[in-house]
């Protein structure tokens, strides 16, 4: 496959696609695909459910866990669209509160679908300190640029990250080939069970690159008008399901941040200004039920202290 240019076309129509379902089921399908991409060695990979939304409010609760010698686990974060100037940082406060709940060595990895979620500052390595002394903390994670991977390189690895080798490093011109290399692996008597899925996924995450017409166009030329359309409906299902998901999600967060405002003038008006901490934590609630019932209590408490106690200290596992 020749090597194409390093920044694709920009992506057209693609602000309703449903990419976080997209990216959920690609990992969940194979997740042990992945980690070839971040330069580790194959090893058994399970699901980690990290419940870190208890701990900080819209964290991603999904890890994998790498079943080597010693045990790690692998954190993947995915970027789609314009580049979040915090996301280093984001990558830190994830991978401490990842290690901290699981007690194990945390691997941070970003992978950047697009040119438009890129940024000179993803260099792999974020160090913070005051000027002219040692760095007080370190965090160094992996950058995947999908549009720099080698097309060869997906085309011949695992059913996992498949779907992303059409936006690889390939030529438009190229792209139907890619199609039917992948056509080859996903048909068949030795077909994956999940097949479907991985079709699916590939149809949305074209839409990264190319416009729907395009992407029309290559699946009905590669896989038949019939097919094409199959591909087309459930992606058509996931976008409506993914749009009424996203409605849901933000009437509820629009719930919570009204109910933090409230709290917060009420409780400045009768105590005053809470301190550094105690606004961090307040902030750091984004459970609609717990802000009311904070709010509640506001009535009889009288000081932040109060109406905010210190968690009771953590009591430790017994190990076996």
């Known amino acids: 496959m020749s090597s194409a240019s390093s920044e694709p076309p920009s992506p057209k129509n693609r602000s309703d696609r449903p990419f976080d379902p997209t990216l959920k089921t690609l990992t969940e399908l194979a997740p042990a695909d992945w980690l070839p991409l971040v330069n580790r060695r194959r090893r058994r990979v399970t699901i980690e459910d990290s419940d870190v939304g208890t701990v900080i409010s819209g964290a991603s609760d999904k890890l994998l866990r790498v079943h080597d010698d010693p045990e790690y686990l692998l954190h993947l974060d995915f970027e789609a669209g314009h580049f979040r ?38 260099t792999g390595e974020l160090r913070r300190g005051l000027p002219g002394e040692d760095p007080s903390g370190t965090l160094r994670y992996r950058v995947i640029r999908v549009w720099e991977l080698s097309a060869e390189q997906l085309l011949a690895g695992g059913v996992g990250t498949l779907a992303l080798a059409p936006i690889s490093n390939v030529a438009e011109r190229e792209a139907p080939q890619v199609i039917r290399r992948m056509k080859e692996r996903l048909s068949g008597p030795r077909a994956p069970r999940r ?28 896989l038949g008008m019939e097919q094409s ?85 953590k009591s430790r596992r017994s190990r076996r």
């Open 195 to 222: 097949a479907a899925d991985i079709w699916a996924a590939t149809y949305v995450l074209l839409g990264l690159r190319y416009s729907d017409a395009i992407a029309h166009a290559l699946f009905e030329e590669v």
């Open 85 to 122: 100037r915090g996301l280093p940082l984001r990558l830190r406060l994830y991978n401490s509160v990842f290690e901290y709940r699981h007690e194990r060595v945390v691997l941070s990895a970003v992978v950047l679908l697009g040119p438009e979620a890129d940024s000179p500052q993803w």
């Open 229 to 313: 359309a199959t591909y087309q409906a459930i992606v058509r299902r996931g976008r409506e399901e993914g749009r009424a998901e996203g409605r849901a999600e933000g009437r509820a967060e629009g719930r919570a941040e009204e109910a933090l405002r409230f709290l917060l003038r009420q409780g400045e008006a009768k105590f005053g200004p809470p301190d550094a901490a105690t606004r961090a934590a307040i902030e750091g609630l984004g459970d609609l039920a717990r802000l009311e019932e904070l709010g509640v209590r506001l009535i009889t408490a009288n000081s932040w202290h109060e109406l905010l106690p210190p968690p009771a200290p």
